[in-house]
């Protein structure tokens, strides 16, 4: 398994592409991509297995969201295995168990209690980081907290959240690029972006219904001072995930165009490039129906990019 022909004009715009600017897309393993990103039909396990190395060889294809993890993590010679698979300069964006992140336990059937690892440094290091650095070395991209839709009320209210929040990411070893993603806009105000500033952590800017729409997200938290731009175009407004993924399959072809979400994206990728920052976009297959067609084009716009330009 190889990686699609790349034509001459694809290569042209990866040429001009600042190297600061790492695009992917959430996972890999999509048999709708032959053509696209894969030179060949493969089926969904075979590519989660060996479809890696061939997606990393394509030039607009710099990073991936590690997905998988948000659910149970994985040890380190897993990470290891894909470290290996990929080029020197490909980095991985890895959301990190969503133990850490949601106040009720995840995985309980019926009524939820509790879940005693929320917000626990001590779990994230010991059970999330520590395999996670081994592995990837580095090749460790951003590490993701995404933190679900929350009643504020289920964790003492918007300021009780921002002071757990700030006590977490203050604990945190220092070195990794540590990205928070919020789906309640009520968390997004001025206290959230100094709790940012303060630990040195970033905001996951997110395109997607749940959140604040991205240019209020710009408002709050300025693409200038974060230690990284970390983006996320990840659902087409008005749909819901299932809603999409069945409109979307097989995820060969753009179906609901978004140019508008494209050039705010495109503009926050500026702001970042401005304040000389290294920047991960990630896409999704239901943000307009193909994720590497969707950052195919977004770097189109991207490499055409000067200063002046902005």
């Known amino acids: 398994m190889g990686p699609a022909p790349i034509p001459d004009a694809m290569q042209g715009i990866a040429n001009r592409l600042s190297k600061s600017v790492r ?8 048999p709708g991509w032959d053509g696209i990103v894969y030179d060949r039909s493969a089926s969904q396990d075979r590519l ?13 294809l710099r990073t991936v969201g590690l997905d998988r993890t948000y659910y149970r993590s994985i040890d380190a010679k897993t990470y290891r295995r894909y470290a290996e698979a990929v080029p020197r300069d490909f980095r ?7 133990l850490l992140t949601s106040p009720t336990d995840p995985d309980a059937i019926g009524v939820r209690g ?3 690892h929320f917000l626990d440094p001590l779990y994230a290091v010991e059970e999330v980081l520590t395999p996670m650095l081994e592995g990837l070395t580095s090749k460790v991209g951003p590490i993701l907290f995404q933190f679900s839709p929350i009643p504020p009320n289920l964790v003492g209210g918007v300021r009780r959240f921002h002071e757990r929040l700030y ?6 070893p220092e070195g990794p690029t540590y990205a928070v993603e919020l789906r309640t806009p009520a968390f997004l105000n001025e206290d959230y972006a100094a709790l940012l500033q303060a630990t040195g952590a970033a905001h996951c800017y997110t395109v997607h219904p749940a959140m604040a729409p991205l240019e209020r997200q710009r408002e709050v938290v300025s693409p200038f001072y974060q230690p990284a731009l970390v983006l996320r175009w990840m659902l087409h407004a008005g749909l819901k995930y299932q809603a999409a993924k069945d409109r979307y399959q097989p995820f060969d072809r753009i179906v ?3 140019p508008a979400s494209r050039e705010s994206i495109a503009r926050t990728v ?10 991960f976009v990630i896409a999704n297959n239901k943000a307009e129906g193909s994720a590497p067609i969707s950052l195919f084009r977004l770097a189109e716009r991207l490499a055409d990019w000067t200063p002046d330009a902005s």
């Open 256 to 258: 609901d165009e978004d």
């Open 48 to 60: 989660a297995k060996h479809g890696l190395a061939a997606y990393a060889m394509h030039p607009l």
């Open 23 to 30: 695009l992917g897309t959430s996972s890999w393993s999509f």
């Open 92 to 98: 991985f964006l890895v959301k990190a168990d969503r």
């Open 114 to 116: 509790a879940n005693a």
């Open 167 to 172: 006590r977490f990411l203050d604990a945190l």
């Open 270 to 279: 500026f702001d970042a490039l401005i304040a000389e920052r290294q920047v």
